[in-house]
C-alpha cells in the first residue's frame, strides 16, 4: 500500500521445483515478488525456473545483506527474487521492487522514508564495491549501528528506528560523522 500497489494475491508456495514454477506462471499480476529460494544452492529454484520461462535480467547484487536477490520478467510481469532472510528481504524491496512499484504507479521513485541527519555513535565498517544497510537507532541526535550483516535477525530491524546506506564507493563511515538516517515508518 506505502508504494501503491493492489495486492492481487499472497501465496505459501512449498519448497518444490514444480509448486514455484506453477505459482510464478500464474496469471493475474503486474508485478510478482518472490521471497525464498533466491540464492545459489541446489533448493534455490526461483532463478533458474525465471531464466527458463522467461528472463533474468540481473541475479546477485553487489549488496549487504540481499546479495542473492534478482530479477527479470515473464511476459509483462515484472518479477523480483527476494531473498528469504527477512533483513535480506525488507531491504531488497526497498531498494529495488518498492521502487519499481512508485514508477509504475505514477509516483516518484526516491525513497518514500523521512530522513534525519544523525551522527553516529560508532564506526560502520564497509568495503568498496558493495552498498551496505545499516540498521540504526536513534537517539539524542545520534545513529547506533545495530547490525550490517545479520540478514536472518530480524529484531535488528524491529529494535531499529531505521536505517543508514553506505554507497558502493565508500569503506564506510567514522565514529562521529553526520549521516542521513532512513526512518522507519513507526518513528517519531
Not at 553487489?62 to 536477490?69: F, I, L, V
Not at 515484472?78 to 504507479?105: E, H, M, Q, T, W
Not at 531499529?160 to 546506506?165: L, N, P, S, T, Y
Request: proline share 5%; with cysteine; aromatic share 6%.
Amino acid at each position: 500500500a506505502r508504494d501503491g500497489a493492489l495486492l492481487e494475491s499472497a501465496r505459501r508456495v512449498r519448497d518444490d521445483r514444480d509448486a514455484i514454477r506453477e505459482a510464478m506462471l500464474a496469471p493475474g499480476a503486474d508485478v510478482l515478488l518472490v521471497s525464498g529460494g533466491s540464492s545459489v544452492g541446489a533448493e534455490d529454484h526461483a532463478p533458474g525456473l525465471l531464466a527458463e520461462a522467461g528472463e533474468l535480467a540481473i541475479h546477485g547484487i553487489a549488496m549487504r545483506p540481499s546479495s542473492p536477490a534478482g530479477f527479470g520478467r515473464l511476459e509483462d510481469t515484472l518479477v523480483f527474487l527476494l531473498p528469504g532472510n527477512p533483513v535480506s528481504c525488507l531491504c531488497a524491496y526497498d531498494f529495488f521492487a518498492g521502487r519499481a512499484l512508485r514508477i509504475l504507479g505514477g509516483r516518484e521513485a526516491d525513497w518514500p522514508h523521512r530522513t534525519l541527519r544523525a551522527r553516529l555513535r560508532r564506526k560502520i565498517a564497509s568495503a568498496v564495491g558493495r552498498v551496505d544497510y545499516c540498521r540504526v537507532r536513534l537517539e539524542d541526535g545520534e545513529a547506533e549501528p545495530l547490525a550490517l550483516s545479520g540478514a536472518s535477525i530480524l529484531s535488528s530491524t524491529t529494535r531499529a528506528d531505521g536505517f543508514v546506506i553506505v554507497p558502493e564507493e565508500s569503506e564506510g563511515y567514522a565514529q562521529g560523522t553526520e549521516v542521513s538516517a532512513f526512518l522507519y515508518e513507526a518513528f517519531g
